[in-house]
């Protein structure tokens, strides 16, 4: 008689057939109704991590300068709904943030003030969704420790209060997250249905909520062939999968009728493990100066001993936080692999999807560890996020300000007989926002604006900026978003003219005076 | 029937996990091959994608690497798959001595192993021996044991030649018995009723020469040290040791086992000339063609060493026996085995030269901090892309295969062993004696004694660590890549605080936990009495070497 000795080894715990909920009795009601009163303590702190944002916003966010791509939004929503989805087509977005934000504007106000509160919406909405989530994977405490965390989070301060659609990506991305998760451990057809919606807003929301859906897509499936699903989950992905292409397609085809953004896509090198790390470093730290991010992220050797401690017996990975790992890294990793492959594009704030999931695999981390130790984790985080918020908050030299406002200012210091010359060209947008000066207002290279922005040639350069200064005293420059061509724009007038006035209102802007004319004397002591 | 929602038991809230879980272990390959594609992409990439440091240096690196890469491919090797169907005739009967071997313990412990071993089931004869050690070990209970033979009513077998330590003892019982097959259990792990039926079906294999089954805690959960030598167990004892079985390159532990009498007297008797007897005398008997199986179910429960003294003594012995094997025994020149033995040899002797590994990667960082010397030159994020998903698939695979049953504690201590290991490669080196003694069992009134003096090195290592950052720190300000090295220190720094802490004088706390009962079947004279009786002062180190 031969003996298997596989009996003798119980089978692994296999997750039991997932049934849907019955529907609860009378008396079941009741009960989940006491218990909702026992949710004091959570509607407290959803309350408290709204007023954080709230109070984040307008204590230090809400009045900040136009940055680009506000004024890029405020410009595009400008127009009517249909040349603004024959903008945003030939631009490399989608439109539903976009036509929102029209809509926004037409009730409530046109000024950028008003196109941010449209943002801080969609982040004050997600304190919730953030919530469900993390209670998927957290405990209640944790997951109320959790919350606080994300309000305080400076990146998504950062972003809740700008004019743009990464707040709301945040947003939809929870809500897609929330039904996956119930999805892949429930299985009943509302979270389908829920799943599937979340996923055609999400697919018109970013470009980037395709690698959300990609990374669901990837761990359903491996789910699947390690026999945790059945089959039929496969199915049912594909089919929201189909719909979401069948979703996509006319705006797709649209967009590749209007050129495929060819002339509008920013012009980005391909990332580096520097810019890799750096997006994990903006979440958690938010955008602090070059000395201190590399600092910080010059301590990634920490990770290993997180990896050890990590270790620990019966400390299972189950499915939910399995996918919250996925969802934390692969999106940005699909990302970071597309933008080698086909094009670069690689910008942290298009990676804002994942940092809710990667605050939540952070934080159950620091839940597993022993007490004292995970308390004392927990405690430094939330104390680094804060602190982080706060310096990006006070910094001037935060590396993503831009304060246009302040160099507009500087510029209404320009007489009838200057000139202003803005570059990179499309940094007139949000330059003339602002300005109410004197002086002409024109580009370098010289942009009509119907077009596409004009490339770079270094040949006519001469002849353009001495077509500018002609006629002139005194050329205020404006420099900022390097297309690769500022160095020489700088080289050139710094070769042929004086310099007689130098700021820098920002990270990345500079406000260059020379003076191009001498028909006109000074006045004496001057 | 009612509907109302019945709050859950306490005992479902408060149920510890279940302590079998190590055995359950299913391989899912997914994992192994990702870890081993993972591991020898980072290998190459560290190898030949980065501009060379320091020559010196940079071999060092490649040389820890090339260790970490083989040690993992040997590890996702042996736990690619379970043993199957083997041989097995539940109503086998031959004779079996019952050797339980006794060496100073307390007499209670003695005690409870032989009722147990006396309620053991088994068709066949079955014949109970204590091999009664301590008068040439020079104990003072050696008579004790031999009256609690009389009182048991089994055979006292009472050395007075000295010799071969514990391989000698059973040598010397199997000169004075005559069973084709006998079993071993050292005088603590008490054998379940079930033992010899669920063991000794085996040998209907011809070919059979042994059969091995887990080393259980009883009092895993005693203290720190108990629970780090049982989180230890688990990984050896579930994912290794079952894969080992499939490779038929199992061996002998030294207790809880079933031997085949003729096939260890071939292979010239338990060997008497190695501290890891059991390893060796299981090499010898597998050259010879003898097969040999892994039964992963409990049989038998023991006790863990309970303070830091005797977990280090029984580390330094396993170190200088598996040592022992690699440059006086090489597996791989041992003609009889097959390739899959020498190799599976080879693995578990060669993890013990991990400490000199360990401690090469320890001193890159001091070398930079005093020198600026690096092996490599790269940017530091690159390389962190490339070792962070390699270090947590690594780790995750470890977890998985062992049915997260390791610890970060049982890392520790086993990365923080260098010193221990470096001393045993030199003593084997040298040919130096070292003196071993039986790891005492006995228990404490849950008080740490202060074995800082065995620590030493880590302490120094943490002291080195901060004069090398005062110095990098004066040469090159908070650079990155002195960021990136202070965070190396403190890996290495934090890998030790939990063996530090355990080596730490600690008051009694003012509660203790009680020792978990014995699981399984429990002897018919009811659950395990331990002994409480503290043990005498702590002995000095067994680390000098011993005059023969």
Redesign the interface.
């Known amino acids: 008689?031969?003996?298997?000795?596989?009996s003798?080894?119980?089978?692994?715990d296999v997750p039991t057939a997932v049934h849907a909920a019955p529907t609860p009795?009378p008396?079941?009601r009741g009960?989940a109704a006491v218990r909702r009163a026992r949710r004091a303590p959570v509607v407290a702190v959803h309350l408290l991590a709204l007023g954080i944002i709230v109070l984040g916003s307008r204590t230090a966010l809400l009045d900040k300068s136009i940055r680009l791509d506000e004024a890029q939004s405020l410009w595009q929503t400008d127009h009517s709904y249909g040349y603004l989805l024959r903008l945003i087509a030939e631009d490399v977005h989608v439109p539903l943030y976009h036509v929102l934000l029209r809509t926004w504007r037409l009730v409530f106000g046109p000024d950028i003030v008003t196109a941010r509160l449209f943002s801080l919406i969609f982040l004050l909405a997600a304190v919730p969704v953030f919530y469900a989530v993390a209670r998927k994977c957290l405990s209640r405490p944790w997951a109320m420790f959790g919350l606080v965390v994300f309000a305080c989070s400076p990146f998504l301060q950062w972003y809740g209060d700008e004019a743009r659609m990464y707040s709301m990506l945040v947003f939809v991305t929870l809500v897609s997250q929330y039904f996956f998760l119930t999805v892949v451990t429930a299985g009943t057809t509302r979270a389908w249905v829920g799943y599937a919606g979340a996923a055609l807003v999400g697919a018109y929301t970013h470009y980037f909520f395709f690698f959300v859906l990609a990374s669901q897509g990837l761990y359903l499936l491996g789910l699947v062939l390690?026999r945790r699903l059945p089959r039929g989950a496969l199915v049912r992905m594909v089919a929201v999968a189909a719909l979401v292409g069948v979703a996509i397609t006319p705006w797709y085809l649209y967009f590749r009728a209007n050129g495929s953004a060819s002339g509008t896509r920013p012009s980005l090198p391909s990332p580096?493990?520097?810019d890799?790390?750096n997006v994990y470093s903006q979440f958690l730290f938010g955008f602090q100066s070059d000395a201190i991010n590399?600092?910080v992220?010059?301590?990634?050797?920490?990770?290993?001993?997180a990896?050890?401690?990590?270790?620990?017996?019966?400390?299972?990975?189950d499915r939910t936080m399995a996918y919250m790992i996925v969802a934390a890294f692969v999106p940005v990793l699909l990302a970071f692999v597309v933008s080698h492959l086909v094009s670069p594009f690689f910008l942290s704030r298009y990676m804002i999807a994942a940092l809710p999931a990667l605050l939540i695999v952070v934080l159950r981390f620091c839940s597993a560890l022993s007490r004292p130790v995970g308390r004392t984790l927990a405690v430094c985080l939330l104390a680094v996020t804060i602190t982080g918020t706060v310096v990006q908050a006070a910094d001037p030299a935060s590396p993503v300000k831009e304060d246009y406002r302040a160099a507009a200012e500087l510029a209404e210091a320009a007489r009838p007989q200057d000139v202003v010359v803005i570059s990179s060209p499309f940094t007139i947008y949000p330059f003339e926002y602002y300005y109410d000066g004197a002086a002409k207002v024109t580009t370098l290279p010289e942009w009509n604006r119907q077009e596409a922005a004009p490339s770079f040639d270094p040949a006519t350069m001469p002849a353009q900026v001495q077509s500018l200064a002609a006629g002139h005293q005194y050329v205020y420059l404006l420099l900022s978003y390097d297309q690769g061509y500022e160095d020489d724009i700088y080289q050139y007038f710094a070769s042929n003219y004086e310099l007689t006035a130098s700021t820098s209102p920002s990270p990345g802007l500079r406000m260059l005076v020379y003076r191009v004319g001498y028909s006109e004397a000074l006045p004496v002591g001057d | 029937m009612s509907r109302r929602p019945v709050a859950p038991s306490p005992s479902a809230l408060t149920r510890a996990p279940d302590p079998h879980t190590f055995l359950r272990y299913v391989p899912n390959r997914a994992f192994l091959v990702g870890n081993v594609v993972l591991a020898c992409v980072y290998t190459l990439v560290i190898s030949f994608a980065f501009e060379h440091g320091n020559p010196v240096l940079f071999a060092a690196l490649i040389a820890t690497e090339l260790f970490h890469l083989v040690q993992i491919i040997g590890y996702c090797w042996t736990v690619w798959g379970r043993d199957a169907r083997r041989a097995f005739d539940p109503g086998f009967a031959a004779p079996v001595d019952v050797f339980i071997t006794v060496c100073g313990e307390p007499v209670e412990i003695v005690r409870a192993t032989t009722q147990a071993a006396l309620a053991m089931r088994y068709p066949g004869p079955v014949a109970v021996y204590l091999l009664n050690d301590g008068l040439v070990a020079g104990k003072d209970n050696w008579r004790e044991i031999e009256q609690l033979a009389d009182d048991l009513d089994v055979t006292c077998l009472t050395r007075v030649t000295p010799g071969g330590a514990k391989a000698g003892n059973i040598n010397h019982a199997l000169s004075r018995t005559d069973s084709p097959f006998f079993v071993v259990f050292d005088a603590d792990h008490v054998p379940h009723e079930d033992f010899l039926t669920e063991v000794m079906g085996f040998f209907v294999a011809e070919d059979m020469g042994f059969v091995q089954t887990p080393q259980f805690y009883v009092n895993q959960d005693q203290n720190r040290i108990t629970r780090v030598a049982w989180d230890q167990q688990t990984l050896f004892f579930g994912p290794i040791m079952a894969g080992k079985s499939r490779l038929d390159s199992a061996f002998m532990c030294g207790t809880n086992m079933a031997v085949r009498r003729s096939a260890v007297l071939e292979a010239g008797g338990m060997c008497e000339e190695n501290i890891a007897e059991d390893f060796l005398t299981s090499l010898f008997m597998h050259e010879l063609g003898w097969k040999s199986v892994y039964v992963p179910k409990v049989l038998a429960e023991g006790l863990a060493p309970d303070d830091f003294l005797n977990y280090y003594k029984q580390q330094f012995r396993w170190t200088r026996g598996s040592l022992e094997v690699i440059f006086k025994y090489n597996p791989l020149l041992r003609r009889g085995l097959t390739v899959g033995q020498r190799l599976q040899y080879l693995l578990s002797a060669s993890y013990y030269l991990s400490g000199s590994i360990i401690i090469l990667d320890a001193l890159l960082p001091i070398v930079f901090l005093l020198t600026g010397q690096t092996p490599v030159v790269t940017s530091t994020m690159t390389l962190a892309l490339i070792f962070v998903p390699y270090m947590w698939i690594n780790l995750y695979v470890l977890q998985r295969t062992s049915n997260f049953t390791y610890s970060f504690q049982a890392i520790a201590f086993s990365l923080s062993a260098w010193w221990l290991q470096l001393t045993a490669l030199a003593a084997v080196l040298t040919n130096r004696k070292t003196s071993f003694a039986v790891t005492s069992k006995s228990t404490h009134d849950g008080a740490r004694p202060n074995f800082l003096r065995l620590v030493v090195p880590q302490l120094v290592y943490v002291a080195l660590g901060v004069v090398a950052l005062a110095v990098g720190a004066a040469r090159e300000g908070l650079s990155p890549s002195l960021m990136a090295n202070l965070a190396w220190l403190a890996v290495h720094v934090g890998i030790a605080v939990p063996f530090v802490i355990a080596a730490s004088p600690s008051r009694s706390p003012r509660s203790h936990r009680s020792a978990r009962p014995a699981l399984g079947s429990a002897p018919a004279a009811g659950p395990v009495a331990r002994s409480t009786t503290s043990s005498a002062a702590p002995a000095t180190p067994a680390l000098q070497p011993a005059n023969d």
């Open positions: 008689m031969a003996i298997d000795l596989q003798r080894v119980r089978p692994a009795s008396w079941a009960i390690a580096s493990s520097v890799y790390s590399t600092t992220v010059s301590t990634w050797p920490l990770l290993v001993l990896a050890l401690a990590s270790v620990r017996v019966a400390n299972r990975l």
